[in-house]
């Protein structure tokens, strides 16, 4: 049984698609709809576009012969920004947004980022969500550098499609090897090369061998490898994809299973073309035998056009149920006030069993604009539910206004059954539009998610109280990729206050907003008395506030000109005889095109789950490209019976999290109390001033080559432009955000259903082990009961003197005494000491150890990674071997070890 669910875990996380809808396909060998956009403040330079066409076309080919004849690419979309003239080769595109696709190319938020990469942070085998690279890098020559562009594509795509790492490792660029050798971090371990320091002052650099450190037995820090440029070594593309001999990827014989890089930390030191062949690419796809190069790609050039939005909300007689038809309008009204972006064209269509167009399309310029639409809310409740129809005569606003459906945005709110839904999916196909669907309640349409995953739109759900469908409305902002027009959430609360009582709360304003912000309070029952003030102390009472001459409960305040920065209070006091429920919603705009501000995004791994597959909580806090971290991110997970499950997201690198501050915050979620719709919401937190900006380059990159090794002769590179004062991390204000997440959909969850006795523990994948005299220390991540959640209730910590021993067959390796070791909270930090006995321990010996967990109900998690001790005495005089000389040539067999251990 336990066997069982690990392989049904493992093949969930690497076999199910991730919530971000690329729409690339593998048809015959070819992909097709890749989507390659270039962001709205990139300066209009055509020779960008003949740049991408001829990197692709150099990848297309490069790429048939690294997947042995297997897949090229066929068909790619360019999409220009509206920034750029237009022209007549430019079309129109249909879904494809800057958003969504599947490379972006956009300036760096510092001067030295020109690496190319991938942003990538799920599981083994599941895709990125985008490769990033600069106009730089596509201007520049780089060959030097990173190699032809072409092999630099076939690198992150490498990443994107297949979900693979890096093969090599910045932070631990040298191990040492079960043969007791000094080897560079790489695969496969053929590639040969020397290891040197380069030193410079002023304008003189000297270049030596590199020396041992007397503490480490592996080389000092600044240390490099340096390949030699002349190789016979053919793999591996995800190390030196700019060596001339480089055209594969490692296979299991010439997999480096040793090497600590992030791609054998997170596959399980299976090889890059393991996962490779297991992805759903080439299940079933043979090889071109036929043909000796692939065609060349097919190119589309398309030119972003002005946003078009047309809400088609539900108004029938089941929506007048727990007061959904006045929170349906406190929420659009929301969303044309504050949300919908200056520009955009907006129409507006209201359905029961029939359909009627409220608003054609009018462009929104001020705010006489936003009340000609607000006005024709719908007040009355009545009829049936016909979502066609509303659908159908939302197309038809767009078109009656001399606009097109495609690439259109449609937002469709509706809390009934329509059991006609599907009659006109193929009419949504057709119009090129995009559905985005908010579903009000548990009694939804079903099928409703089908449209907007047909169409690339997003997904809602949202129960019956006003945050949910503020929260939905707040996340479907402009898919240009300019950030500065866009809204961002600061607060959004739900407040049950008794009658004629008081609360108090603060909202942090950051120095990268506070343009057009608004305050907004919406009530049940009566209006409360409010009061803010801002950090200066200036104070907005409740007559300042405007209420909406619709009736729907709520009163907002547009803070004048530019918000204050720093911490501002509120209260409200409800004055009604009986409690009521407030909300409180907090928006605001980028203070300036100059200033980045901060956005957090968030995301489950997939849409849909089974019961009892994990799903993963993902949320990206950034400052323009780069991560922010030490704050507080927090998920609320909801369900159709209101149930809400409440987790802290964290990024230490552990359990769910794959790398440790990158700005990625994660968890798994297993609490699944019933089948249905569930909702995601994630509130991104800094306080105390412990929020800082990292200024560390990306993981999943292309290498940068530090130099060669030619004829014997060290040539080196043009050093990349390095942080003024190495400064890796810069400290920012206090800031909240809030975003949605979306909804996601959960079946055959079972009766009183309980994961603990169905889930494992966590698999540890940030074991240490060091030796201390002649003790070992080891150190790693608690996972919990259930994966990240709770407590473990014991280790089972095993060692070898052969790496494969553990590898291949843990249970037989020799076992270490843990009775004292008690397992701490999940996400705790483990030390446990321990002495391998009998045996005298010469210099030079390597042990490696791996360590699973254990719940109560006799479930054990996957063995974790593989940890490397080597006991090293520092010589009297250091030395400074070559790569791959030997340390020791000493062999020590483990049996039956006894030990001393010890815990701290």
């Avoid at 930390?265 to 393991?274: G, I, L, P, V």
């Avoid at 639409?373 to 409740?381: D, M, V």
Wanted: some cysteine.
């Amino acid at each position: 049984m336990v066997f069982s669910l690990k392989v049904i875990l493992f093949l969930s996380l690497l076999l199910l698609p991730v919530l971000k809808s690329s729409w690339v396909t593998l048809n015959n060998n070819g992909y097709d709809g890749i989507v390659i956009a270039i962001n709205p403040n990139v300066p209009e330079d055509e020779k960008l576009i003949k740049i991408i066409k001829a990197m692709v076309t150099e990848a297309s080919t490069y790429l048939f012969y690294a997947t042995k004849r297997r897949a090229y690419f066929r068909n790619v979309s360019i999409l220009i920004p509206m920034t750029w003239k237009s022209k007549p080769e430019y079309l129109m595109p249909k879904q494809e947004s800057y958003d969504q696709a599947d490379v972006i190319v956009a300036d760096p938020s510092l001067k030295y980022g020109d690496d190319p990469y991938t942003l990538q942070y799920g599981q083994c085998g599941e895709k990125g969500q985008y490769i990033h690279f600069t106009p730089n890098f596509l201007s520049h020559s780089n060959l030097l550098i990173y190699g032809p562009r072409g092999r630099v594509f076939v690198h992150e795509w490498a990443h994107l499609r297949w979900g693979i790492f890096d093969e090599y490792n910045e932070d631990r660029p040298f191990y040492i090897s079960r043969r007791n050798t000094i080897e560079a971090t790489r695969c496969s371990t053929h590639i040969t090369g020397a290891n040197v320091v380069r030193n410079c002052k002023k304008s003189r650099c000297m270049t030596r061998p590199c020396r041992r450190d007397s503490k480490t037995g592996l080389y000092e820090a600044n240390c490099v490898f340096i390949p030699n440029r002349s190789q016979i070594a053919k793999e591996s593309i995800m190390f030196m994809q700019n060596l001339d001999s480089v055209t594969e990827f490692c296979t299991k014989k010439t997999h480096n299973t040793e090497a600590p890089n992030l791609h054998n930390k997170m596959c399980n030191h299976k090889s890059t073309w393991d996962i490779i062949m297991r992805s759903e690419d080439f299940q079933h796809l043979s090889p071109m035998t036929e043909i000796k190069s692939p065609p060349h790609p097919t190119f589309s050039l398309l030119r972003s056009k002005q946003r078009v939005v047309c809400l088609v909300l539900d108004k029938s007689g089941s929506m007048a149920a727990e007061d959904r038809l006045f929170r349906m309008n406190q929420a659009a009204e929301l969303y044309l006030i504050q949300i919908i972006e200056k520009g955009s064209f907006v129409g507006m269509v209201t359905f029961d069993s029939r359909a009627q167009i409220q608003n054609n399309l009018t462009e929104i310029t001020d705010d006489n604009t936003y009340q000609k639409i607000t006005a024709n809310l719908p007040q009355e409740p009545d009829g049936g539910t016909s979502i066609c129809n509303g659908l159908k005569a939302g197309f038809q606003a767009i078109s009656q206004s001399n606009q097109s459906t495609l690439g259109s945005e449609i937002i469709l709110l509706t809390d009934g059954n329509d059991d006609q839904i599907s009659s006109c999916f193929e009419e949504v196909k057709q119009s090129g539009a995009i559905i985005h669907t908010i579903a009000l309640g548990p009694t939804a349409e079903k099928e409703l998610e089908t449209l907007s995953n047909m169409t690339r739109g997003h997904r809602f759900y949202a129960h019956n109280d006003i945050n949910g469908l503020t929260d939905a409305f707040s996340r479907i902002s402009s898919r240009s990729g300019s950030i500065f027009q866009q809204a961002l959430q600061l607060e959004s609360k739900a407040l049950n206050i008794p009658k004629k009582k008081w609360v108090n709360g603060t909202v942090p304003v950051d120095s990268t907003v506070g343009n057009d912000t608004f305050f907004v309070v919406t009530w049940t029952i009566q209006k409360p008395e409010i009061i803010l003030q801002s950090p200066k102390g200036k104070k907005y009472t409740t007559s300042n506030f405007k209420e909406d001459k619709l009736n729907i409960r709520s009163a907002r305040l547009r803070i004048p000109g530019i918000a204050e920065t720093g911490t501002w209070t509120y209260s409200l006091r409800n004055n009604h005889a009986k409690s009521q429920l407030l909300t409180i919603t907090m928006t605001t705009r980028p203070k300036s095109p100059a200033t980045l501000p901060v956005i957090a995004t968030a995301h489950m791994n997939q849409n849909t789950a089974r019961y009892p597959s994990p799903m993963i909580v993902y949320a990206r806090v950034s400052q323009g490209f780069l991560p922010v971290l030490g704050i507080n991110v927090t998920a609320v997970i909801e369900n159709e019976d209101g149930h809400q499950v409440t987790l802290e997201l964290w990024d230490n690198g552990a359990g769910a999290d794959t790398v440790k501050n990158d700005g990625i915050y994660s968890r798994y979620f297993t609490d699944y109390r019933r089948n249905g719709r569930y909702s995601l919401k994630v509130h991104a937190q800094a306080r105390k001033n412990t929020a800082r900006l990292s200024l560390r380059q990306q993981q999943n990159k292309a290498l940068y080559i530090p130099g060669y090794v030619e004829n014997g002769t060290i040539i080196i590179n043009p050093p990349k432009p390095e942080v003024k004062g190495k400064v890796t991390e810069a400290p920012i204000d206090n800031f909240s955000r809030l975003t949605s997440g979306g909804s996601f959909t959960v079946s055959g969850v079972p009766p009183n259903s309980n994961s603990s006795q169905a889930i494992p523990p966590g698999k540890i994948t940030d074991l240490e082990a060091k030796f201390q005299g002649d003790h070992i220390q080891l150190s790693w991540t608690a996972p919990g009961k259930v994966l990240d959640k709770g407590r473990a209730d014991s280790y089972i910590i095993r060692i070898s003197k052969y790496f494969q021993d553990l590898q291949q067959d843990f249970d037989k390796a020799a076992l270490i005494n843990t009775s004292g070791l008690i397992p701490k909270a999940a996400g705790s930090v483990e030390n446990f000491g321990f002495k391998p006995g009998y045996s005298k321990i010469e210099n030079g010996t390597t042990f490696y150890i791996a360590i699973q967990a254990t719940s109560e109900a006799s479930l054990t998690s996957e063995v974790s990674n593989i940890a490397q001790a080597t006991k090293f005495i520092p010589p009297p005089n250091p030395s400074s071997p070559d790569l791959g000389t030997s340390i020791s040539a000493i062999s020590l067999v483990i049996f039956g070890l006894a030990v001393i251990s010890y815990i701290f």
